[in-house]
């Protein structure tokens, strides 16, 4: 069974400072991952996603991903917060003929000025 | 392009009331529907998916039920609300075959009194 583990809570970050979100995954092939971010009170919006290849992937806001096998992890990175990164932010999992994700428990991003 | 639709955004329904909140796609055919709850704080708990109009599978034993009518359509369904069916309620889609990324509604707003 897949499962993913995002370990941290809650993070505050002063803006204009770099960020990184960590997720865990666990699975024992390839894994298709995903990162997507949640506004308070708003659907969750698709910030980027792996499925093969480049193991460094790019999504929209300015926002990076680094998928390492070795370390089961898929962390979520930006160079400059900006105070509207403010969110709730969503690690998932999914795999080849499984129609469903699976999600960690979220990370709430608080930006200080 | 597609979107999707959920309405209402917000409810306020008393305990055991009926419940019905609906789901609509647009600008794709035979998509994968998925029912999502959201507790106060909490993660994604997934309710129900779909792959097909008729089809539903179930991952949660409630008193909640899904159905799907028509291609592009998914309802979530109670007869009798409980205090605990209070939350937010997501809808999502994903094009079968797709790997399965999922694209979200703007939600339901739920509360129970």
């Known amino acids: 069974a897949q499962s993913v583990t995002q370990p941290d809570i809650h993070i505050t970050v002063s803006e204009g400072a770099s960020l990184e979100l960590r997720c865990n995954y666990s699975?024992?092939?390839?894994?298709?991952l995903f990162w997507y971010v949640q506004s308070p009170g708003q659907g969750l919006q698709l910030l980027l996603k792996?499925?093969?290849?480049?193991?460094l992937v790019q999504g929209i806001k300015g926002f990076e991903a680094e998928f390492k096998r070795s370390q089961s992890s898929f962390n979520l990175r930006k160079p400059s917060v900006h105070w509207s990164d403010a969110a709730e932010y969503f690690c998932?999992?999914?795999?080849?003929?499984?129609?469903?994700?699976?999600f960690g428990t979220g990370t709430r991003l608080t930006i200080i000025p | 392009s597609q979107t999707i639709h959920q309405w209402p955004a917000t409810l306020v329904q008393p305990v055991g009331s009926p419940l019905s909140l609906e789901c609509t796609v647009e600008?794709?055919?035979?998509?994968?529907l998925y029912w999502y709850r959201q507790a106060a704080g909490r993660g994604l708990q997934l309710l129900f998916y779909?792959?097909?109009?008729?089809?539903i599978s179930s991952e949660v034993p409630q008193n909640l039920s899904a159905s799907r009518p028509q291609d592009r359509q998914f309802i979530l369904s109670s007869k009798k609300l409980l205090l605990s069916d209070s939350g937010f309620y997501l809808c999502?889609?994903?094009?079968?075959?797709?790997?399965?990324?999922?694209?979200f509604g703007p939600g339901t707003r739920l509360t129970v009194t």
């Open positions: 792996y499925f093969s290849g480049d193991t």
């Open positions: 779909s792959v097909g109009i008729g089809q």
């Open positions: 699975y024992g092939a390839t894994p298709y």
């Open positions: 999502a889609w994903s094009k079968a075959g797709a790997r399965y990324e999922q694209y």
């Open positions: 600008g794709t055919s035979n998509p994968n």
């Open positions: 998932a999992v999914g795999s080849f003929g499984n129609e469903k994700l699976t």
